[in-house]
């Protein structure tokens, strides 16, 4: 049985003697809930379309007999109105949360959305040299206007800011910059931290905003590259440089490879028995495992790097890396380009020349072109070379591609860097 008590002085009293579990009446409808000598708290019992709820109303004594009295006062005037005091308070604390969840959101800037985006993904991007792109590109452009801003305030103006002064003038640049700003803002909305359509949207959007670029500004650019014709004297040239740049150039070259492809070059790829190097697919654009093979002069390229190397006291994993035995920077092999004095044409642009050759020099079919080059193929026919590695047949193209590029240019008395028949010998050693 409940018991009543009429005075605030007598409550402790009647706290001490009422048995563990006993309900101590204090007001209608209200009691305290003795469930030991040092733990009681507030219960508020009542009717409402014939339904008996209880609700609690705090511990006591942090929540004195004055503000439980309070408390009920204030749901029995709700259920005079027909209102649940639970479902009450279940609304106002609702509301409580959700103001208190959008001071959270807030308190997250874009700059740590930004950080938080780059650290998620960087697993995920094949190209190790990604996140730097990422970071410096925000850095230098998107970080001085939103980067310190709750990221929940980015908006349509502030995106004109940074855009509006580069949309023309560099405009890969300004697309990159877009393009990822409203990554990390579909990033922050998917965690709730900002609401709406997002300001950095191109079509419908921001397109309507910045201007349009002149024409010519729209034509495709394609990588500068060099005549097939021209690459055996080319190679001479690049055979008097030295270096690890150097030599990852002319790696590159002979594999046709892409520059991220050869930077990341690990020994562990590496077959020297088998003369193939395995691309993993997590480091190749289609996304697919890319065997290469390799001809005697691409060998002996590895050999040297090995034995230069094997001079060092620490090890590395990478085929071409740099003092800190990391690997070379992705503009190691541009560089060279531009101390030879040939700065017009491109790294990547080999790979065209690579594939003009064996359209306009050699009756090898365009599809093992593609193939080697680890591209997409489309029709049917192109279809079945992507099923098949056909590795021998490439292997075949390989070879006479680097025998072509290291070969005699006409009219020069040039003498290739080659090791002549070394490549037995090497994979002997090896």
Not at 407 to 422: E, I, K
Request: hydrophobic share 45%; glycine share 6%; aromatic share 6%.
């Amino acid at each position: 049985m409940a018991r009543k008590i009429g005075k605030d002085m007598v409550l402790g009293k009647q706290i001490r003697t009422a048995a563990a579990g006993a309900h101590v009446r204090v007001d209608k409808g209200l009691y305290l809930h003795v469930q030991s000598p040092d733990a009681q708290s507030w219960l508020f019992r009542y009717m409402l379309h014939d339904r008996r709820r209880e609700m609690g109303l705090g511990s006591y004594p942090a929540v004195t007999l004055a503000l439980a009295t309070a408390a009920a006062d204030a749901a029995r005037a709700s259920i005079a109105m027909g209102v649940d005091p639970l479902d009450q308070r279940a609304a106002q604390q609702a509301v409580a949360a959700a103001a208190r969840a959008q001071a959270a959101a807030r308190a997250v800037t874009f700059g740590a959305c930004a950080a938080d985006y780059i650290a998620t993904h960087r697993l995920g991007w094949k190209n190790t040299k990604h996140a730097s792109q990422w970071e410096n590109t925000l850095r230098d452009y998107a970080m001085p206007v939103v980067g310190h801003l709750p990221v929940a305030d980015v908006g349509t103006g502030h995106l004109l800011e940074i855009l509006g002064p580069i949309w023309t003038t560099k405009h890969e640049t300004a697309s990159r910059v877009r393009n990822r700003i409203e990554l990390i803002l579909d990033a922050a909305k998917a965690k709730g931290l900002r609401e709406g359509e997002n300001p950095a949207r191109l079509r419908g959007h921001l397109d309507k905003l910045l201007p349009k670029r002149p024409k010519a500004d729209r034509t495709v650019r394609h990588h500068p590259a060099l005549s097939w014709r021209e690459l055996p004297a080319f190679w001479a040239d690049l055979s008097a440089v030295a270096g690890v740049g150097a030599e990852a150039l002319r790696f590159t070259i002979l594999t046709a490879a892409r520059t991220g492809e050869t930077i990341g070059a690990t020994w562990d790829e590496i077959d020297i028995e088998a003369r193939t190097w395995t691309i993993p697919a997590v480091r190749m654009k289609a996304g697919a495992d890319h065997r290469v093979p390799l001809s005697p002069e691409a060998v002996e390229i590895l050999q040297r790097q090995r034995d230069a190397q094997s001079e060092r006291t620490t090890s590395t994993p990478y085929v071409f890396a740099g003092k800190q035995h990391k690997p070379i920077s992705n503009m190691a092999m541009a560089k060279v380009l531009e101390r030879m004095g040939r700065d017009t044409i491109t790294v990547h642009g080999f790979r065209s020349t690579f594939r003009d050759w064996i359209a306009e020099a050699t009756s090898h079919p365009r599809e093992l072109a593609e193939k080697a080059l680890a591209h997409k193929l489309a029709s049917a026919v192109e279809a079945a070379y992507q099923r098949a590695d056909v590795v021998e047949k490439r292997r075949e193209v390989m070879s006479e591609w680097s025998r072509y590029a290291t070969g005699p240019s006409r009219g020069a008395n040039v003498v290739p860097m080659r090791l002549g028949g070394a490549s037995t010998a090497l994979r002997n050693a090896w």
